[in-house]
């Protein structure tokens, strides 16, 4: 059976004390649910506005994606979950424009999207991955 390996970077928000930002187990790699948070700050950033909410959580994901040596084309499937349906549109046209600079190949992920409430109320949207390498 292979090892479990924790993935942690600077380069995204550092993890509460009782998850790791990713781990990777044989070819799966999960990147915990992220946030609108600054890595170099650890702030929440662009209060009320879920365009740039959602930037900078795929933005995060990301870090953590290519922390682990994988990529947001190695990405299988990403779940969103919002604080409001109304917020849907505006997070989907930046998602979408995510994508298609981080998915040359075309061949698009996954995605599951759910209205929920989130940890902190700054937060609009946390968006996790589920990305296979091997």
Known sequence: MSEK???LTENAPAPAHVFSQGI???GMFQ??????????????IGEGDVRVQTRQTLENVKAI?????????DVIMFRVYLTTRDDFAAMNE?????????????QLP?????????????MLVEIDALAVTA
Do not use: W
Request: charge should be negative; avoid cysteine; aromatic fraction near 8%.
């Open 65 to 73: 994606l290519e922390a682990g040596g994988s990529s947001v084309e």
């Open 24 to 26: 990777k187990k044989g």
């Open 94 to 106: 930046v998602y979408g424009e995510f994508i298609r600079e981080n998915v040359p190949s075309g």
């Open 5 to 7: 390996t924790v993935v």
């Open 110 to 122: 996954s995605r599951t999207t759910v209205f929920v409430d989130l940890p902190h109320e700054v």
């Open 31 to 44: 990147v915990s649910g992220q946030g609108p948070m600054d890595p170099a700050t650890n702030q929440y």
